[in-house]
């Protein structure tokens, strides 16, 4: 069985200041993980995806996630909020053979001025 | 326009009461997939679909029924609608996972069904 463990409900920041959103997984072979996102009243939208070619994933919008193997974590960061960042993030883990991919229970970014 | 596309954005419908709603993809995905979004839950499967024609449960299916005769639509049904059913709903697909190299494919959701059941 697979799991996804978001840390925080809710996390805030100011603007310009570092974003952590943590990430941590179960599976018991190795996953596919995503970061999605969902601005106010929108779908989800995919923000970046770790395949196995890379340990650190660039993705939209300035963000980038690292794969650490040894923790189980794909922890999503970013140097410099934006307000334009506030929004709902998702981890979510597939692996292979198994096409249903587990979501997180999300976290919201809140980005102070 | 290509894309993912629910229908309707906005339902107020009464407890028991068929209510429908729609998806419809223009790319050709084998796969999609039925959401709710709650407070504190997160997103949870209801049903989701392989192909035309096959369909299979997901984590949350009772009070829904699904089916999928094109490709390219998805419609889920509440058969008797309930309080508990209020929430907004996400279609999303997902090309054809059958090769190894696909099942890093990731979802395309549509924008959502608000519904509240009164």
């Known amino acids: 069985a697979q799991s996804v463990t978001q840390l925080g409900s809710h996390v805030s920041v100011s603007e310009g200041a570092l974003v952590l959103l943590r990430c941590n997984y179960s599976s018991s072979v190795p996953p596919y993980l995503f970061w999605y996102v969902q601005y106010p009243n929108q779908g989800l939208q995919l923000l970046l995806k770790?395949?196995?070619?890379?340990?650190l994933v660039k993705g939209i919008n300035g963000f980038e996630a690292e794969f650490k193997k040894s923790e189980t974590s794909f922890h999503l960061t970013k140097p410099s909020a934006h307000m334009s960042d506030a929004a709902e993030y998702f981890c979510a883990v597939s692996r292979g053979g198994s096409y249903i991919p587990t979501f997180g229970r999300g976290t919201s970014l809140i980005v102070h001025p | 326009d290509a894309g993912i596309t629910q229908s309707p954005r906005y339902k107020i419908t009464e407890t028991g009461r068929q209510v429908t709603l729609m998806c419809h993809q223009t790319?050709?995905?084998?796969?999609m997939f039925w959401y709710r979004q709650d407070l504190g839950h997160g997103l949870r499967l209801i049903y989701y679909?392989?192909?035309?024609?096959?369909?299979d449960k997901g984590e949350v299916p009772d009070g829904y029924v699904v089916s999928r005769s094109k490709t390219e639509n998805f419609p889920l049904t509440l058969e008797s609608a309930t309080r508990s059913q209020t929430s907004v709903y996400f279609c999303?697909?997902?090309?054809?996972?059958?090769?190894?190299?696909?099942?890093?494919?990731?979802?395309?959701f549509g924008n959502g069904t608000r519904l509240t059941v009164t």
């Open positions: 679909s392989a192909a035309a024609d096959i369909t």
């Open positions: 999303a697909s997902a090309q054809d996972r059958v090769q190894p190299s696909s099942y890093n494919s990731p979802l395309h």
């Open positions: 770790y395949t196995s070619a890379a340990t």
């Open positions: 790319w050709s995905h084998s796969y």
